[in-house]
């Protein structure tokens, strides 16, 4: 994507503006466009030839139409049929002697369900010549990308819309053709069934061409024989054990908080596409509400809310009731904190790009109006959720819920202390700032997605975990150690050398938390690590676990006042906040889908596009984070050298570009992920079979 266009390259910034510098802006929008315009023909097309089938269909006689209906019966359904007619000569036989033989002619329309599409949806790109600022189309493209998304949308509505009135012809159909066989007294016909039946019965045992006995080789030709038959190019995942589902209020509630995290996931990152497209191409627009320093605080503010948020919060309310073996407390006051976070998310993204914000504050960008939405929304979680712990009918709180709980109660804390106003001055503002910024990561994102583990790891390996103990142990060590490492962002800051040194302790004794919680769930997979490659949802959860080690302990090395001079201000923060976000929170997230979804809707996900999902976002985090992690440390050491400042930013051009491509393959494992969410949710009419239903009425008649 990005080497298409020459003004993506950075010597050809001061010639951006120019208009035949935008033609591969334009390829990428024709790129994007045309599969849609096949989509859309290939629809046409084939919607079109039912038409004309349906019209030749119709035209022939309906009761040649029951007799291929006849020829075309499984195994079943000519059970059905011989079991029907013998029933009925032996009841017809006793009465009347004989059996009456009327037809039914009554003409029904019938359509094979299609993929249609109504010819009026047809629309025309506007053209528009003022389009020389690639980062204007750029930011079309990704504008179009959820347009064309909702089109489809609208097309598949359509279509289950036109299944269920051909499903209406069909069940009339159906009708007839039950009554046609009823009433049928051609002996041929039952012959040719019988004779059916037979071929259907008969099956190869597999050994018609070898014989029972393992093959010999004493000469030594064979080679790399096994006895078993394995697919080596994929692995066939299980699906998702059938369970009890949940009331539909909680049900319906837990999907909302799903859909809306899964569309701020789809935004929050497209914009994150478009400004790692701007670290190649800084010259891509002259817009104010499109400046990276007011999209960068605009995208980690959706995904951190929009996105993470919601879905932990969406899956607490899986989680906390089932361990709980309690109900919700209170179906309203979930409803009302979705309402409040989702317009928390929309109004302060409409501030910042307008460049109403909190100052320097990172990750509190949102003014404090804006913020409030969220904390009412937050104490309204805690309160359910206490409320349902509490009434609990089991002795213990499992341990979940202890991470769950305290991470609601420590983001309220924490939140309070970065917005209340008392020491938002000076240097006491930046010790704030640490506080926040680490806290709200630590203790509201990885202490919630660590409670999410210790439930959905035991529950999918189907093995308790390790050991109980160590979890605890794990909880409090966290709370001691991660409350107080803020301050490591700012080591040789004109902040207290004392304040700054308890930081640097305590992100040292962060690797107990970590290491025991490690050891907790890495035993709890031993012995179970074959069910790995059979199931689509421990991937996931796999991967969360090991960049949780990784990440945490490489926090924990960024804190030594050598490393932090190196790393610091440069993009290896910048990786390491990825590699913490995405591989720890994100993909927890995910597994926690794929888990509990299917268990709501009773629809699993496509398994080969979580493959692609999988992937594509995996390789892509490493394409993103590891040429950040070496090129900014060439360029810490390029600064300790003390090279020129522009030296430094030609350096990470190269690494700038895999981080945009990386990124690239994330986003797009997003739309995979948004559409499996889609398949796993919606409610797609089935279209009807005529035989099937017509032995479904007989057979109630026979009752």
Known sequence: MLLVSKPMF???ATNMIAENNSIGMWILVIMLVIPIIVLIGSLYLNFREQLIKNKQWNNENQEQHFYDYLKNLD??????????????????????????????????????????????????????????????????????????????????????????????NKMGEAENFAAFIEKSEDHDIEDMLVKRKESLDFTLTNEELSGTEKAEDTIGILHNVSDKHEVHFTALKKKAVHKPSLAPDISKLILWYFGCAVFWLVVGTGIGEYLGIKFVSPDAD?????????????????????????????????????????????????????????????????????GINNGGGEFREYIWPVMALFAVALILTLANFVMTVAQRTTKEIYIANWYIVSAIIFTIIVALTAYLPFWQDGVSETIV????????????????????????IPQQINKPIYAYSLGIMAFWTQIIFYTIIGTHHFVFAPLPWWLQTVAIVGSAGMIIPVVAATINFTMTFKGQWHKVSTSYTLPFFLVAVVYYFIVSIQGTAEAFKFTNLIWHFTDFTVAHAHLGFYGIITFALWGGFY????????????????????????????????????????????????????????????????????????????????????????????????KAEAFKILKKQLQ
Not at 139 to 155: N, Q, R, S, W
Not at 640 to 655: N, R, T
């Open 286 to 354: 002259h817009i104010s509400w499109l400046s990276f320093g007011r999209l960068r605080p605009v995208h980690t503010n959706i995904v951190f809310w929009g996105w993470a948020s919601l879905a932990m919060i969406g899956l607490g309310y899986y989680v906390v009731p089932i361990v709980s073996n309690a109900k919700i407390y209170c179906i309203k006051w979930g409803w009302i904190a979705l309402a409040l976070t989702n317009m928390m998310v929309v109004l302060g993204s409409l501030c910042l790009m307008s």
């Open 595 to 690: 888990v509990v979804i299917p268990r709501l809707t009773g629809k699993e996900p496509p398994q080969h596009l979580v493959g692609v999902h999988f992937w594509l976002a995996f390789i892509g985090l490493l394409f993103y984070t590891i040429p950040l992690s070496v090129g900014a440390t060439l360029r810490g050491l390029m600064w300790m050298e003390g090279k020129p400042f522009i030296d430094s930013v030609v350096l990470m051009f190269d690494y700038w570009l895999w981080r945009a491509i990386g990124g690239s393959l994330m986003f797009v494992s997003h739309l995979v992920f948004a559409y499996n969410f889609y398949k796993m949710t919606s409610k797609e009419v089935e279209e009807i079979d005529v």
């Open 75 to 168: 195994k079943n359904q000519i059970k059905q049929f011989i079991k029907l007619k013998s029933k009925k000569c032996s009841g017809n036989c006793k009465e009347k002697g004989n059996c009456n033989n009327n037809k039914s002619s009554i003409l029904i329309l019938f359509l094979i369900s299609t993929s249609g599409l109504f010819a009026q949806n047809n629309f025309a790109a506007e053209k528009e010549s003022f389009f020389s600022q690639p980062g204007i189309i750029i930011t079309i493209v990704l504008m179009i990308v959820p347009i064309l998304l909702g089109i489809v949308y609208a097309m598949i509505k359509s279509n289950n819309a036109l299944k269920v009135y051909f499903n209406k």
């Open 10 to 12: 950075a010597q050809n």
């Open 433 to 456: 700032q640490g506080y926040f910024m680490h806290s709200g990561v630590g203790m509201w994102f990885t202490l919630y997605t660590l409670g999410l583990l210790y439930y959905f």
